[in-house]
């Protein structure tokens, strides 16, 4: 053997007999526009969702991230390079474009809105009755969403005298105190309604069409074989004994899902 092979071998075996370099942590996030729980409520019950998921996945270690707006989405996105989110599907139309994000998973969800949206009045009849008016809602942050894959083209938040407002209750107390005609609330608000007084007269006097649940989107960087065993996994993620886990999040269930389950919203929606 010549002296640069030798030079060539021992060189091998030293980078071999190195560490291997370290990997690291699968990162999961999940975003809850317009939630009302807070970040440290929240946290420990991820922590234990994301250390289950580990488990059952074999993931030598992995963090879970609570966030609560679609910026701290996009800045965690860009510092930390996650493999996983679960995102509302306002957020994940909006995000998926731009991060290539890949559908595995559905979410139901117990704590949050968002697969139905009503107008509520206690004047107007229809949708009709509502144009032109004041209208609440604390949805307007996102019209593209609201108008293209909510309303279906039946009416833009520029046929309102909007009324934006940072909380749910308060979008359903300016109907009731009569500060706005109609207000544009999701099924979770709406299931809240009956709780509230004086809102027997109030009533939804228009649907849309039921969307999609939550969605478990897979990032570009999250290797291929990852990826399809974490799909595969996630039915028996929240069975047995992690129910409870799921539970504390406010996850029933998680399926396993793909494009095809969001092209009606992903084409409504637009590129």
């Known amino acids: 053997m010549s002296a640069v092979a030798r030079l060539g071998a021992c060189a091998a075996l030293w980078l071999a007999a190195l560490p291997a370099a370290a990997e690291g942590p699968v990162r999961l996030f999940v975003l809850r526009e317009h939630g009302v729980t807070a970040v440290t409520l929240a946290q420990p019950y991820l922590d234990r969702f994301v250390a289950l998921a580990a488990a059952q996945n074999g993931w030598p270690a992995a963090q879970g991230f609570y966030l609560t707006t679609r910026a701290a989405a996009e800045d965690f996105i860009r510092k930390e390079q996650p493999h996983y989110g679960i995102l509302s599907l306002s957020s994940f139309l909006a995000l998926r474009r731009p991060h ?3 559908v595995i998973g559905r979410v139901e ?3 949050s809105g968002g697969r139905r949206y009503h107008l509520i009045s206690r004047r107007a009849a229809d949708l009709a009755g509502c144009k032109g008016r004041p209208l609440a809602t604390d949805h307007a942050d ?3 969403f609201l108008e293209r ?4 083209g039946q009416f833009t938040l520029a046929d309102f005298q909007l009324r ?4 749910p209750l308060q979008t359903t107390r300016e109907v009731i105190e009569g500060q706005a005609e109609c207000a544009l609330v999701d099924d979770a608000q709406m299931a809240e309604l009956a709780h509230l ?3 027997t007269d109030v009533r939804s006097v228009w649907s849309s069409d ?3 649940q939550m969605v478990v989107a897979a990032f570009p960087g999250a290797p291929a074989a990852e990826r399809q065993a974490f799909r595969s996994n996630l039915p028996r993620l929240c069975a047995e004994e ?3 886990i799921c539970a504390e999040v406010g996850i029933v269930s998680l399926a396993t899902s793909d494009a095809a389950d969001y092209a009606r919203v992903v084409a409504d929606y637009g590129d």
Do not use: I
């Open 100 to 102: 290539r994000l890949e």
């Open 109 to 111: 969800v117990s704590l």
């Open 142 to 144: 996102d019209p593209r």
């Open 149 to 152: 894959v909510v309303a279906r």
């Open 164 to 167: 934006p407002t940072r909380r």
């Open 197 to 199: 007084a004086g809102v």
């Open 210 to 212: 039921e969307l999609p």
């Open 242 to 244: 992690g129910k409870a």
